[in-house]
């Protein structure tokens, strides 16, 4: 098997709360269905659905990687419709901050070090 690429499927709680979300934070979404929005950043994507279960989003945790945690961390700090933002903490292996998404979802943003 050859894969070209992987995208994930995140749940919503409430679709139109996080679309706009990931529109704060710096994705362009892209109609696909009454159900399913394609958001970008680069060449980066994902799914975002109009699914919700408690269960799955309070597990659901996804790294993101970027060039630049601090101009990310400003920017995920001025989203109106996230749960929760963490500080940058400094790791063995990088930098990174945690951001509630507003369905429970966990993101790890992370700036990985350069070797």
């Not at 101009?71 to 933002?85: E, G, M, V």
């Amino acid at each position: 098997m050859d894969v070209d690429h992987i995208k994930v499927f995140i749940p919503s709680k409430d679709y139109e709360v996080s679309k706009r979300f990931y529109s704060q934070i710096g994705f362009k979404g892209e109609f696909v269905s009454d159900a399913l929005t394609l958001f970008e950043n680069g060449d980066c994507q994902f799914f975002l659905q109009n699914f919700y279960s408690e269960d799955l989003a309070k597990n659901f945790m996804l790294q993101v990687c970027v060039l630049d945690i601090e101009t990310a961390h400003s920017l995920c700090k001025k989203a109106t419709d996230k749960l929760k933002i963490s500080d940058v903490s400094i790791e063995t292996w990088g930098k990174v901050f945690y951001l509630w998404g507003p369905s429970g979802e966990l993101l790890h943003i992370t700036e990985l070090r350069k070797t």
